[in-house]
């Protein structure tokens, strides 16, 4: 089958967007509005973009979340300039789940989902304790997207792991088994990992 998204009819009774790209890491973003109250939110539209300086990105969705506002997040990075990047292990996916419900703006998402803060280093937003890997983000820039959706893009000026989940050196993601999103309302966790060298390398 060949369709053109927006242009041509539902191809499908069900979007399959998403379903392509999968699976996504998914971004847990926390955040502090200027009052100093926490928010938390998952996004799977995420991911790193370079390495040296690490910089990774996440977006929020245009029309189709029937939202013309910002998002808490972004409303909240765009006043304070940064936020931390949760991962999401398998053994946090209902914590992380009860955190993508839409509530007023200034509901601090920790409280309801039963999660510890954590106290950041280099910047002030907390992070969620229990996460595996927490990367501090300065805001870089945020680019409008077609659409209502914007795109916040960051710098990563400090990284969290916990100790249990390096193994000789290399962080060992079986160990936590990061969460994914594919389409639809599934999810993949990260437990199978194979190796493979590059042409020319032994
Ligand atoms: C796994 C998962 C991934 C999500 N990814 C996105 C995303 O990439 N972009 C988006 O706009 N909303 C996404 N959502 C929905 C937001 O989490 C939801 O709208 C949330 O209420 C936003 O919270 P905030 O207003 O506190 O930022 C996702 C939800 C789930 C459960």
Redesign the pocket.
């Known amino acids: 089958m060949f369709y053109r998204p927006i242009v041509d009819p539902k191809p499908l009774p069900h979007d399959p967007f998403k379903a392509i790209i999968a699976p996504r890491p998914?971004g847990w973003i926390s955040t502090l509005n200027k009052d100093g109250t926490a928010?938390l939110?998952?996004?799977?539209?995420?991911n790193g973009v370079q390495d040296e300086p690490p910089m990774i990105m996440?977006?929020?969705?245009g029309p189709k979340?029937g939202i013309d506002e910002p998002?808490?997040?972004v409303r909240n990075i765009q006043e304070t300039g940064e936020f931390c990047v949760n991962i999401v292990s398998d053994a946090l996916k209902d914590a992380m789940?009860v955190t993508?419900?839409?509530l007023p703006y200034g509901t601090d998402e920790f409280v309801e989902a039963g999660l510890d803060k954590g106290i950041a280093k280099v910047i002030k937003t907390p992070y969620v304790a229990a996460s595996p890997v927490v990367m501090e983000c300065k805001l870089h820039q945020i680019v409008p997207l077609l659409g209502n959706g914007q795109m916040v893009i960051g710098e990563v000026v400090g990284i969290h792991i916990q100790d249990a989940h390096i193994k000789d050196g290399i962080l060992d993601v079986t160990s936590y088994a990061p969460l994914a999103?594919l389409g639809y309302r599934d999810y993949t966790s990260v437990m199978d990992v194979f190796s493979l060298n590059r042409p020319g390398q032994s």
């Open positions: 998914i928010n939110a998952p996004y799977s539209f995420f996440f977006a929020e969705g979340m998002k808490d997040s789940n993508s419900a839409h999103r």
